[in-house]
């Protein structure tokens, strides 16, 4: 494989290469003081290239049969926006010195998801750079972006991207980018960032123009499906792959989340994800250094994360949403949508022993029989989460859970995320409670594209029936009022939450090994909505114990062979709860009162010796079935 685009190489020539196997002829044209234009040669799979002297940094078009000119398809920036000419990007140029990436496994990863358009005022990397001390200060150590690959207009989520190669102009282009990138790896945060291969967005979408990059044998929800098996493919599949490697090489990132693989159809004897994992581990063993990719997913497809020797197609990690729907059903008792599949405290004892609760099981949602079992999977290879960009933002009115719940449930949630056995995953602002709502927004320039957008969103909501008008998606007023505001997190219970949730990391770093769900047992007291685990992590014993239920309830407490300390309450007057009702210690057999909506864990006293049990039979000498 090739990287096409406007490479610059080591001589200081560049080599433009673009794939447009229908065409007769095709010309770089470059623009500025000494305007010129060279010819490209084809080869026989319709790849047409050149090498020319002096165009780094220079602005440049294709111009396709003597007549149409268009932008790079793989333009690594685009000063001016989607309709505007590619600049070509040198990329020697940036100083990363001894930057090998952040080195963090991704078993120890606690990500933080952001938007960089609304994660600060300014909007850009360079203003986010400035916030890498808080995240750090968390406990956090990977960010997440969210798309950044070049869309049209100055606000979007993201997921309009057209140009994959090329760095949104104005969060601060490329160079910006590296700096953000450089400075995460200097707080020790891996980056991860969000890419998009299921679909390009509408607007400055010209890749058709070039070459059969597009398929009519399936469809998306976003438009045509982008062509991974049908004929001319392997120069399509190709552009992806390569891709991928790019921001690996060139910008140093340390993970890439791929977005909803379920909408890449591709029905190959080697799916597009297979070869691309392959490329990009191959990459990585030749530079020394890892990098990963997470899958994005409603399949509930464990074949998405087994090896390849097993018939998987070897990603290392996917996100799960179970976790996610289970919990939220549970808190706020809400059933419509995708959430009538949830709301009993077995769903959430199953997500956090198994993964994923459908497991080849009827879904109502659905009207039919859905995923695959992820019992035998390591908890590592799963990421969830109680908020993210998709679970806010796709809400009629962007309701963060703090618009939903009340403080004691954001306090039972945030532990049951904390102190489950896989990779947690925060959503900006989220642990403060920002009240801003993550709404969806966009900048189109195509009046009859606005409508369509606007259209589309409010058939998306029917399944939910949520009553009043949808946020227009086009006016700045919905984008500006996503912004967070960075002073509330030191402020009240803005603070305390902040406090609470670096507690609950810093807790969870004491125990190396806590993403682990085979030394984790689960049981549940259904008729008091109390769920209850117990787990051993090398010889040492947890004990957590959540209350879902909008009141207090009392229940038998009993350590027969363990004197059990409390390590955290929720409901302590140090994190702005009601006050503590459990002991401190627990010997033997008392009657406790859980608060409602709280959540505690146990650890036996430091000075008892260490004991060798399963989890499961530890819990159930305690509550027994």
Known sequence: ???????????????????????????????????????????????????????AGCRYVYRLDGELERPDPASGYQPEGVHAPSEVVDHRAFAWGDDKGAGVALKDMMIYELHVGTFTPEGTFDAAIARLTDLAALGINAVELMP????????????????????????????????????????????????????????????????????AKYSTPWGESINFDDACSDRVREFFIENALYWFDEYHLDALRLDALH????????????????????????????????????????????????????????????????????????????YRDFGHLHDLAKALKEGFVYDWRYSEHRKRRHGSSSRHRPAEQFVVCIQNHDQIGNRMRGERLGHLVGFEALKLAAGALLLSPYVPLLFMGEEYADPAPFQYFVEHGDPDLVEAVRRGRAEEFKAFAWEGPCPDPQA?????????????????RHRRLWEFYRHLIHLRRRYPAFVDKSGLSVRTLDEKQILLWHRWIGRRQLQCLMNFSAEPQPFHMMAPDTIWMKLVDSAALRWDGPGETLPGRVEGECEVTMPAHSIALFEPRADQPLMEATATAAVEAVYPL
């Open 476 to 492: 700045e007023e919905t984008f500006r009022r996503c912004v967070l505001d960075w002073e509330r997190r030191t402020d009240g």
């Open 263 to 338: 909408a890449i159809v591709d029905l190959s004897a080697k799916h597009f994800i297979t070869e691309l994992a392959q490329a990009v581990h191959r990459l990585s063993r030749r530079r020394g250094r890892s990098m990963l990719l997470i899958g994005e997913s409603d399949l509930n497809d464990v074949r998405l994360i087994k090896p390849r020797r097993s018939g998987g197609c070897g990603l290392d990690a996917q996100w799960s949403d179970d976790f996610h729907h289970s919990l939220h059903a549970l808190i706020t008792g809400e059933r419509n949508g995708y």
């Open 1 to 55: 494989m090739t990287r096409p685009g406007a490479q610059v190489l080591e001589d200081g020539r560049c080599r433009f290469r673009v794939w447009a196997p229908h065409r007769r002829q095709v010309e770089v044209r470059l623009l500025g003081e000494s305007p010129r234009t060279v010819s490209l040669e084809k080869d026989r799979d319709g790849t047409w290239q050149a090498t020319v002297e002096g165009a």
């Open 148 to 215: 950044v690959a070049q869309f049209p207009g100055r606000r979007n989520w993201g997921y309009d991207g057209v140009y994959p190669y090329a760095v949104q102009n104005s969060y601060g282009g490329p160079e910006a980018l590296k700096r953000f990138v450089r400075r995460c790896h200097e707080h020790g945060l891996a980056v991860i960032l969000d890419v998009v291969y299921n679909h390009i967005g509408p607007e400055g979408n010209y890749l058709r123009d070039f070459g059969p990059y597009f398929t």
